[in-house]
Structures are given as C-alpha cells and as structure tokens.
C-alpha cells in the first residue's frame, strides 16, 4: 500500500473503533452521567502518559459546557497535589489496561477520601474496573497502527467516550448557548452572544432627515451617512425611515416630481428598531429574516440612540 491507502486503512480503523463503542454503552455510562450531575464539587480526570492526554482534553471539555473539570496527573499527587480533592468531588481515572501501576496506586487515595471513580478502560476485568464506581468500557479489536502498538483507535476511542460524557451532560443539565458563551467570551460565538447593540452600534453623523423635507435634498444627507439610508425624526423621536432602495423606487414611479415629493411620501413609518441591550446575535436574525442591512437603535420612547450596520455585526 502507499502513504494515501494507508492513511485511508488507519481513517477506517478509528472510525470503526469509535462505532464499537455503540454496543458497550450501558447503565454504567447513565451511572457516570449522574454521578456528574450530582456532583458537588470538581470532576478531577487523571491519566498516564496517552491516556493524560486525553484527559486533559476531556476535562478541558466538560469544563467548557458547564461541568467543574481540571486534569491531575496521578505522579503530581504523590508530590503534594492530593490536596485538590476533597469529598463531593468525582474522578475520571484513564487507563486503556486499566493496570497500569502510577494510576492504580492512585486509587487507595481515591476511595479514602469516599470519591467515586469512574473509570475508563479497554478491559473490564482489570484492576481499575474493578475498584471504579462504575465502568466505561472503550476497548477497541486493535490499533489503527499498522504494528498494533502504538495507541491510535484506543486514545480515539477514549477521546469519544468523553465528547459523550460532556454532550449527555449538556442535554441533561439544559445547557443553551447563552451557557456556552460565558465559558468562551473570546470566541466568535460568545463575541456574538454576549455582545449588545449599545456596543457596536453608530453614534455620530447619523443620516437625520425631517418628513418634511423635499427628497433632493435627502439625497445628500443619505449619501454623506454612508449607511445607504436617513432617519426621519420629530421632536427628537423617530417618524420613519428611508433607504436607497426606497430613493431609487421613488425615482422610477415619479420622474420629474420626484423632487417635488418629500421623505414623508416614501418613508417606513414602523421601521426595525431594538433596545440598546439586544444581543448582536438577535440583532443578526432580525437583519436576516427582513432582509435588511441596518437596525434603529432606540429607548422606549423611540429617541434615536444609534445605528447598527450588518458590518458592525460580522466579529
């Protein structure tokens, strides 16, 4: 076989390892799911070597979707790092074997301090198994490694089993992405979801128009905001709205009256307006589902606060 087909066998492998996971879910994994939900204090994961790595990325996971998580390597604890865990919490002990010795002379630690341990392993018959509260059996018939050692489908598939874990634990716990953007305020989704209008929005040389005014002269106000539309306002309220859309219409229905009409004759009397605390995610979906590029913003009594653009909206 060459580098591709090889490739493609190793692709198959883990997928294959990840969907023998389907038939070993049982009422452990419900049992783990509980324990979590219930618990009080931190999910601790602990795991040596591969399987650490792994760890790190499931506790880095269930601590994004809501869930207290950290990673301990079982060598720290001998070294002064027993002290993060205490009664309420539960650990997530890693081990494809489930013998291998830095974790299991973990476990007596574990079970002084009354902390359940769920335990993730390849061999229900092991010592962890058997010592866990309840057991994830990840076993895999072989590695995607064409010499079957190096750990491939079975980090895979223990990798999985966590991602099965958090998301269970999401749909219990009701988890929305309101949630999900608290735990990720740098990313785009909680940029979005955490952002308001207030914070985007325009404020200075906004296109302020009159009903009154005849439409040649609201051609150059539209033109100089840059926005592609003008704000009708009275008393310091908002009366309507054109846009450029509304203009060029305008033109082809009156010729040479156009410009003895006025903003009044054309404007939207009720256009999209929303409250300087409105999400930018809301925001984005208003703009979508009217097919419009700017949003009014407003207080209650439609004073004019400022303009969001769709620009303001792509973070």
């Given at each position: 076989?060459?580098?591709?087909?090889?490739?493609?066998?190793?692709?198959?492998?883990?997928?294959?390892?990840?969907?023998?996971?389907?038939?070993?879910?049982?009422?452990?994994?419900?049992?783990?799911?509980?324990?979590?939900?219930?618990?009080?204090?931190?999910?601790?994961?602990?795991?040596?070597?591969?399987?650490?790595?792994?760890?790190?990325?499931i506790a880095?996971?269930?601590?994004?979707?809501?869930?207290?998580?950290?990673?301990?390597?079982?060598?720290?604890?001998?070294?002064g790092d027993?002290?993060?865990?205490?009664?309420?919490?539960?650990?997530?002990?890693?081990?494809?074997?489930?013998?291998?010795?830095?974790?299991?002379?973990?476990?007596?630690?574990?079970?002084?301090?009354?902390?359940?341990?769920?335990?993730?392993?390849?061999?229900?018959?092991?010592?962890?198994?058997?010592?866990?509260?309840c057991h994830?059996?990840?076993?895999?018939?072989?590695?995607?490694?064409?010499?079957?050692?190096?750990?491939?489908?079975?980090?895979?598939?223990?990798?999985?089993?966590?991602?099965?874990?958090?998301?269970?634990?999401?749909?219990?716990?009701?988890?929305?992405?309101?949630?999900?953007?608290?735990?990720?305020?740098?990313?785009?989704?909680?940029?979005?979801?955490?952002?308001?209008?207030?914070?985007?929005?325009?404020?200075?040389?906004?296109?302020?128009?009159?009903?009154?005014?005849?439409?040649?002269?609201?051609?150059?106000?539209?033109?100089?905001?840059?926005?592609?539309?003008?704000?009708?306002?009275?008393?310091?309220?908002?009366?309507?709205?054109?846009?450029?859309?509304?203009?060029?219409?305008?033109?082809?229905?009156?010729?040479?009256?156009?410009?003895?009409?006025?903003?009044?004759?054309?404007?939207?009397?009720?256009?999209?307006?929303?409250?300087?605390?409105?999400?930018?995610?809301?925001?984005?979906?208003?703009?979508?589902?009217?097919?419009?590029?700017?949003?009014?913003?407003?207080?209650?009594?439609?004073?004019?606060?400022?303009?969001?653009?769709?620009?303001?909206?792509?973070?």
């Amino acid at each position: 076989m060459n580098a591709r087909e090889y490739a493609i066998q190793c692709i198959r492998d883990e997928a294959q390892a990840v969907l023998d996971l389907i038939p070993k879910m049982d009422d452990d994994f419900d049992r783990a799911v509980d324990l979590m939900l219930e618990c009080r204090g931190k999910v601790i994961v602990t795991g040596v070597g591969k399987s650490g790595h792994i760890g790190a990325k499931i506790a880095a996971t269930l601590a994004s979707t809501g869930t207290p998580s950290f990673f301990v390597n079982p060598l720290d604890v001998y070294h002064g790092d027993l002290g993060v865990m205490a009664q309420g919490d539960v650990v997530i002990a890693i081990s494809n074997s489930g013998q291998t010795d830095e974790l299991l002379r973990f476990i007596p630690m574990v079970l002084h301090f009354g902390i359940p341990i769920i335990g993730m392993t390849g061999n229900p018959q092991s010592l962890l198994a058997k010592y866990s509260t309840c057991h994830l059996n990840v076993g895999v018939r072989k590695e995607a490694c064409p010499l079957n050692l190096a750990p491939t489908s079975s980090t895979t598939a223990t990798l999985v089993m966590g991602d099965a874990l958090a998301v269970a634990l999401m749909e219990r716990r009701g988890f929305q992405p309101q949630d999900f953007a608290q735990f990720h305020p740098g990313g785009e989704l909680g940029k979005r979801l955490l952002t308001t209008a207030h914070d985007v929005m325009l404020t200075e040389h906004l296109p302020v128009l009159t009903a009154g005014m005849h439409l040649g002269d609201a051609i150059i106000l539209v033109s100089k905001g840059k926005l592609g539309l003008g704000v009708a306002m009275r008393d310091g309220t908002i009366e309507g709205l054109i846009t450029d859309g509304d203009i060029r219409r305008a033109m082809e229905k009156w010729k040479a009256e156009f410009f003895d009409r006025t903003v009044g004759d054309i404007m939207t009397r009720e256009p999209k307006m929303v409250c300087p605390d409105t999400k930018i995610a809301e925001v984005q979906r208003l703009m979508n589902r009217y097919k419009i590029h700017n949003v009014l913003v407003a207080d209650e009594a439609r004073h004019l606060l400022g303009i969001v653009d769709r620009y303001a909206c792509v973070l």
